[in-house]
C-alpha cells in the first residue's frame, strides 16, 4: 500500500510519515506544490494525504490535476480550513475525505484505511486482527468463526482500534471518532468504558482472549501477538 | 418626510404667496388706471360744458346714458380746484345705489353761478376687476394643479435612478464576492453618487476580503502547530508502557491543545459571525436536525440518566444548516453538561419558540452575564465560555431573539423566531 504525503509543516510531515509508516504503508513525503505535482505525475498511490495550503500552490489545484488525468488514486485532504465552503469544495472536486486539523493520528489512519478499502474493495473487504475478522462491507464480525453481534457504536470502536492495533488510544481520540469533533464529553469519557467493558465480553464470549488493554483508564490498546 | 414633498410644499407655499401678493398688486395698478381713465372721461365733459357755457352763456342740455349723468343745482360758492372723488349715489335709470366716480365744479351762466356734478358709474370698473381678479384665482389654481402633475410625474421619473443606487446598497452582501456595479447614469448627481458608492465598496470589498483571508491564515497558522504538538503527543503515548503518570501528563496536553483548538475555532465563529458571512436563505428542516442531534448524544443521556421529554412540531426556518446545527450543538451540551445525574430535561419546539428547560442545582444563573463571551458560572474543564455567546451572535444575525428564564427549579433558554420565518408544512 503506498501513500504520499503532501504537507509544508516539516515536523508534522515527518511525524505523519514516521505513524503511517509503522502502520505498514509504503510511504514517501513532500513539501512542496512543484514537487508534488512531480510526484504524481510519475507515481501511482493509493492514498494521497494533501493539505490545502502549499508554498508555490494549492493543493485543491493537484487534486483538480490528479482528477483531469483520470487519476484513481484516494484522496485525503486535511486542512485548517475548517470553512464549511472549503470542505464542500474540496469533496466536489472528488477528494474521499476530509479531515480538519489537529486530527490524532489514529483517525487519520483510519481513514485511510477506509478509503484504501473503498478503493480495491475485491475481496478486501475483510480485515483480519488475530481471532476477529471484521467484513467492513456486510458490517459483520466473526470471531473464532462464531457470529458475534455488535452494536454500530461497537462496530466502529472495533474496527477503530483494529486499525489502530498496537497502538494506545487516548479516550479523547476514540471519543472524538465515535461522536465527532462538536460534542463535548462531561463525564471525562467515562462512558466510554461501558462500550469498551461490552466488547471485550462479547469477544471474550466468543472463546478469543481479552486483548484489549486499558491503560490506566486513560487510553485502551488492542494488543496481538 | 420625501425630499420631494418638502420642496413641493416650499415650491408650492412660495408660488401662491408670489400669486397673491402679486394679484393684490395687480389690482391696484388696473384700479388705478381704470380710475384715470374715468377722470379723463370726466375731465373732457367738465371741459366740453365750460365751453359750452362760455360760448351759450347758458347751460347745455344734459344727457343720461346708463353709465353717465350729471347734476345740475345752483350753488352759492365756486370750487375753486376741482378734483373727481370716489363716493356711491343712486343711478336712477339702473335703479340702484352703485360706486361711482364724480367731478364736482361751478360754472356761470346768465350771471347766475351753477354746481355742475358730473357722474361716472363704477361698476364696469369694478366688474373688470372682479373679472381679473376670477382670472387670476384660475391661473393660480391651473399652474398649482400642472405644477404638481408635472412635478409628480417628472420628479418620479428623476428620482428612479436614485432609488435603482439605494436598492441596490441595501441589497450589498459583503460575502458575495463581486463588488457593487452600479451603471453611469444621465444625471451628473446621480452618476457621481453611483461612481462615488461603487468606489466606497469597492474598497469596503478589498478590506472586507483582506480580512477574511487573514482570519482565514491566522487559523491556518494556529491549527498547524497544535497538530503538530497533538500528533507529537500521539506518537510519544506508545512509548509509555508501565508509566501512568506520563501518560496522564501527556493526555492533560492533548486535552489543553484540544481546547485551544475548540477555542480558536469558536473565535474565529464569532468573528464570521459579526463579519456577516452567512447568507440565512437555505431552508433548514430544525425539527430534523434535533432529532439527528439528540440521537448522536442518546447514549450520553443514558449515561447521565436523565429524563428527557421532547414535544417538537415540524419546523422549517429559512436559515443557515451550519449556523442552525451549531446552535443546536451548543445548546443541547450545555443542557447534558449542566443538568446532574437523574435530572429532567425538556425540549419544546413550535413554529414560534424553541425552548430547552432543565432541573438545576445550584439556582438561577446570572442573566446579565451568561450571554457574554468567557463568562463560565463555575471553572470547567471542557468549557470555552463562548457556546452561549455563539447562540446568542446567530440569534442576532438571524433576527431571533433568546431569553433566560429561572422558574421552579428549571433552567429555560427560549429561542424565540420571526413569526414571519417559521412555516409548517
Known sequence: ?225 | MKLFTRYNRVNITATIITFLVGSIGFYFVMDYVLTRQLDRGLRVEQQEIIDFVKEHNQLPEVQTTRHQWIDIVPAADPIPHPKPNTTEAFNKIENEREPIRQLVFTVNAGGKSYQVSVNQSKTETEDLLQLIILVTVLMIALILLSNYLINRKLVTRLWAPFYRTIDSIRDLQLSVKKPLQLPAESIEEINLLNASVNKMTARIHQDYQALRTFTENASHEMQTPLAVIRSKIESLLQDTEGKEKTIQQLLTIEDATLKLSRLHQSLLLLTKLENRQFQLSEAVNLTEIIESKLAERSELIAARKLVLSVTMKEVVLSFHRHLAEIMVNNLLNNMIRYTPVHGTVSITLTNEVLSIKNYAANGALNTDKIFQRFYKEEQSAESTGLGLAIIKEICVLAGFTITYQYAFHEHDFTIHFKPSNAQTI
Open chain 1, 1 to 225: 500500500m503506498k501513500i504520499l504525503i503532501i504537507e509544508d509543516e516539516l515536523t508534522l510531515n515527518q511525524t505523519m510519515l514516521d505513524f503511517l509508516s509503522g502502520a505498514g504503508y509504503l510511504c514517501e513525503s513532500v513539501f512542496s506544490y512543484k514537487d508534488a505535482l512531480e510526484k504524481i505525475e510519475y507515481h501511482t498511490y493509493d492514498c494521497i494525504v494533501l493539505d490545502i495550503m502549499l508554498p508555490g500552490g494549492s493543493g485543491l489545484d493537484i487534486l483538480r490535476f490528479l482528477k483531469q488525468d483520470k487519476k484513481t488514486d484516494g484522496v485525503i485532504i486535511i486542512s485548517a480550513k475548517g470553512a464549511l465552503e472549503d470542505k464542500i469544495e474540496g469533496l466536489q472536486l472528488g477528494a474521499d475525505d476530509y479531515l480538519i486539523k489537529p486530527f490524532h493520528l489514529s483517525e487519520l489512519s483510519v481513514r485511510i484505511a477506509a478509503i484504501i478499502r473503498r478503493k480495491n474493495f475485491n475481496g478486501q473487504s475483510v480485515i483480519t486482527a488475530g481471532d476477529i475478522q471484521v467484513d467492513t462491507m456486510g458490517k459483520t464480525v466473526l470471531v473464532n468463526n462464531q457470529q458475534v453481534d455488535l452494536t454500530q457504536k461497537e462496530f466502529q470502536l472495533l474496527l477503530f482500534l483494529i486499525v489502530n492495533r498496537n497502538r494506545i488510544l487516548s479516550k479523547n481520540a476514540i471519543a472524538q471518532h465515535l461522536w465527532g469533533d462538536d460534542m463535548d464529553f462531561p463525564d471525562n469519557y467515562d462512558f466510554i468504558y461501558s462500550h469498551i467493558k461490552n466488547l471485550r465480553k462479547k469477544i471474550v464470549a466468543a472463546g478469543s482472549p481479552d486483548c484489549i488493554k486499558s491503560m490506566y483508564g486513560e487510553g485502551y490498546k488492542l494488543q496481538l501477538p
